[in-house]
């Protein structure tokens, strides 16, 4: 028997271990409540079903999502350079505002908003505030976008 506990980085064997999850709650040494790490995502799973993911494993993982990203970052600049060479105009983009539940979420949100040279406002703002706080948001950050995440 598997001794998955809470905290624990687990895949889900009946489904090809395609996405990492961390162990939120394990009820009765049978059921494990998971949180996506890479894909936002809850599911339920029995414990037999799961299988322990090292820490190699791990890195390698996010290695491999960091890399997805920076080239889909280069290509889009790419294209972007390459719209600029045929055309006078300058592109702007707009303004973001982020509103997202998770905190992890929000933090990597902020990142790749970054890492793609977006302006971009996130902010972490539990679910069940959400909706008492976005006008005010809206009217100090006057976004062109507004971005709502939730689980």
Do not use: C, W
């Amino acid at each position: 028997m598997n001794n998955i506990k809470k905290g624990d980085i687990v895949a889900r064997k009946s489904y090809h271990k395609d996405v990492i999850f961390i162990v939120d709650l394990v009820i009765k040494d049978k059921i494990a409540i998971l949180t996506g790490i890479t894909t936002r995502l809850k599911a339920d799973s029995p414990i037999e079903d799961l299988e322990l993911i090292d820490k190699k494993e791990i890195t390698n993982i996010y290695k491999a999502i960091d890399e997805k990203i920076d080239k889909k970052i280069k290509t889009r600049e790419s294209a972007k350079s390459s719209l600029l060479k045929r055309s006078d105009k300058i592109i702007y983009t707009g303004r973001i505002l982020h509103l997202d539940g998770d905190r992890k979420y929000s933090e990597k949100s902020s990142v790749y908003y970054k890492k793609m040279g977006l302006k971009a406002v996130v902010r972490n703002i539990p679910e069940n505030r959400q909706a008492n706080v976005v006008n005010t948001l809206i009217d100090q950050y006057k976004p062109d976008i507004l971005v709502v995440t939730r689980t």
